[in-house]
């Protein structure tokens, strides 16, 4: 499991690197945030429903609906509507998550060839999207009917994205070759 290993083999190997001899200051995974905008499709009961049954089937927890913020008229959009909805995993789910993204997840994602340098943020943060929920092993071919993507944000304890990349790639991420 990932949280075996981040215990007993990565920390310690992190912890002996640069300026990180104590304990707390370590490099560290602290959330997982799950999303999904829906939009205008979120007045149809029918797409909710279905959105917040593969969010529980994904992530293990209810997703918390997102409303607007404000009216926005050319988008057909009232203040407090429905707009989408989110989980934020931490502790044992957050790790469970990561290693069912990195080990059944990404290897079924089409073509992929690793992931992308530059969808790391300036605060050491790293987001991934996804086009198709239907890589998600916990999905039955029923909920395909709705092709709706997710995000993923992964927030961590880092101030930049060089020590970030080397903490998911410690994790065991993979990330494109620069060619």
Same mark, same amino acid.
């Given at each position: 499991?990932?949280?075996?290993?981040? *215990?007993?083999?990565?920390?310690?190997?992190?912890?002996?690197?640069?300026?990180?001899?104590?304990?707390?200051?370590?490099?560290?995974? %602290?959330?997982?945030?799950?999303?999904?905008? =829906?939009?205008?499709?979120?007045?149809?009961?029918?797409? =909710?429903?279905?959105?917040?049954? #593969?969010? *529980?089937?994904?992530?293990? &927890?209810?997703? $918390?609906?997102?409303?607007?913020?404000?009216?926005?008229?050319?988008?057909?959009?009232?203040?407090?509507?429905?707009?989408?909805? /989110?989980? %934020?995993?931490?502790? &044992?789910?957050?790790?469970?998550?990561?290693?069912? =993204?990195?080990?059944?997840? +990404?290897?079924?994602? /089409?073509?992929?060839?690793?992931? @992308? +340098?530059?969808?790391?943020?300036?605060?050491? @943060?790293?987001?991934?999207?996804?086009?198709?929920?239907?890589?998600?092993?916990?999905? #039955?071919?029923?909920?395909? #009917? +709705? /092709?709706?993507?997710? #995000?993923?944000?992964?927030?961590?304890?880092? $101030? @930049?994205?060089? /020590?970030?990349?080397? =903490?998911? %790639?410690?994790?065991?991420?993979?990330?494109? %070759?620069?060619?």
């Amino acid at each position: 499991m990932l949280t075996q290993s981040i *215990r007993d083999i990565q920390k310690p190997r992190i912890q002996g690197k640069g300026s990180f001899r104590e304990r707390v200051c370590t490099p560290k995974l %602290t959330k997982v945030i799950v999303h999904r905008s =829906l939009g205008i499709k979120a007045q149809d009961s029918k797409v =909710l429903k279905q959105s917040i049954e #593969e969010f *529980r089937s994904i992530t293990g &927890q209810q997703p $918390v609906l997102t409303r607007a913020k404000k009216s926005i008229a050319a988008f057909k959009v009232r203040k407090n509507m429905v707009t989408g909805m /989110k989980v %934020t995993l931490r502790g &044992q789910k957050m790790y469970a998550f990561v290693d069912k =993204l990195i080990h059944l997840v +990404l290897p079924q994602v /089409k073509d992929f060839q690793g992931l @992308n +340098l530059r969808q790391f943020d300036e605060f050491g @943060n790293y987001h991934l999207g996804f086009t198709d929920q239907g890589v998600f092993p916990e999905l #039955e071919v029923d909920f395909q #009917e +709705l /092709k709706l993507g997710l #995000e993923v944000s992964f927030i961590t304890s880092v $101030v @930049n994205s060089d /020590k970030a990349r080397q =903490l998911f %790639t410690d994790m065991g991420f993979v990330f494109q %070759t620069k060619r």
